[in-house]
């Protein structure tokens, strides 16, 4: 029977076989799951309470009604903000030096990617320890050079905790940045730089007038996937705070967390993953849009 069907029946039957074990993965693992949390944040449920009951919207109304949300929110969005911008402008620079022909070029490159290949929960132990208020390293390195009269408390301090989060996010993401960017960098014709050396170009025009330019559509992708990447962090928030001091550094991943696990409101902690899914793709569509529109001009 199989013989007996036209050869584009056969292939699209032979790609369905292929494509029918992901789909099912992707219905078991993606969908499946933000279907049932979707219809979970509509009712109430605790782990208390196995009996689930419909209350309509009464999740959505309290939290968007709840100062607590909003902090968190706004502390997602300063930490987003601090740490893509400053990925951004390291991961570039980086990524302009290393394409340059120097010397061991191969090597540093290797050595740039070391922080992206640890992975985020051995980063995050490596930074308590740095922070340490009593002998951590960064203290010790603050006193001894006569930056700081006393130690701090990076972690434990409201005034320094999210910074001290979000050089740790830094620390590990720019690489990825700066490998993603370098990629772009190494794609653009050297015979462009050749035309605009010729016509008297400078080096920072040359950067300005044909780097960024070319590099505009690999900046707008990495932006895009860091500023989802950051806004769902929960690993370096988790280990090195959870979420404090006094809430100083509660993030919606973390309110998540404790809405869900630790009040044990499950449907209150699946409305706020469900808002933060809402936010995240009106946010892409709304960004990919705008960027778009822009290099058309």
């Known amino acids: ?29 993606i969908i499946a799951p933000l279907v049932s949390a979707i219809a979970l944040s509509f009712s109430d449920y605790s782990l208390m309470d196995p009996d689930r009951s419909w209350n309509q919207f009464r999740n959505y109304t309290e939290l968007l009604g709840s100062s607590e949300f909003y902090h968190s929110f706004g502390i997602t969005l300063t930490y987003v903000a601090a740490a893509v911008t400053i990925d951004l402008l390291l991961g570039l620079l980086t990524a302009v030096l290393l394409n ?33 208020p009593d002998y951590g390293v960064l203290n010790y390195m603050m006193t001894r050079s006569g930056l700081m009269s006393e ?96 809430g100083s550094t509660t993030s919606l991943a973390i309110l998540t967390y404790e809405t869900a696990f630790s009040r044990y409101e499950l449907g209150k902690g699946s409305a706020i993953g469900v808002i933060w899914l809402i936010l995240l793709f009106v946010f892409s569509v709304l960004f990919t849009r705008y960027m778009n529109r822009n290099s058309e001009h």
């Open 1 to 29: 029977m199989f013989f007996r069907l036209s050869r584009t029946q056969r292939n699209i039957a032979f790609a369905t076989v292929l494509l029918l074990p992901v789909f099912v993965i992707m219905m078991l693992t």
């Open 100 to 132: 340059r022909n120097i010397r061991m070029r191969s090597f540093l490159r290797s050595l740039f990617m070391i922080p992206w290949a640890i992975p985020t929960i051995v980063t995050a132990l490596i930074f308590l320890w740095i922070y340490q």
């Open 151 to 246: 130690n701090v408390s990076w972690l434990q301090s409201m005034d320094w905790a999210l910074a001290a989060i979000t050089v740790v996010a830094v620390f590990r993401q720019t690489p990825q940045v700066s490998v993603m960017l370098l990629a772009g960098l190494q794609n653009i014709p050297a015979s462009l730089y050749e035309a605009a050396r010729i016509d008297g170009a400078s080096g920072w025009k040359m950067f300005l007038h044909v780097t960024l330019p070319l590099l505009k559509p690999v900046i707008t992708s990495v932006t895009l996937i860091m500023i989802v990447n950051n806004f769902q962090m929960f690993t370096l928030f988790f280990t090195l705070t959870n979420g404090g001091p006094a």
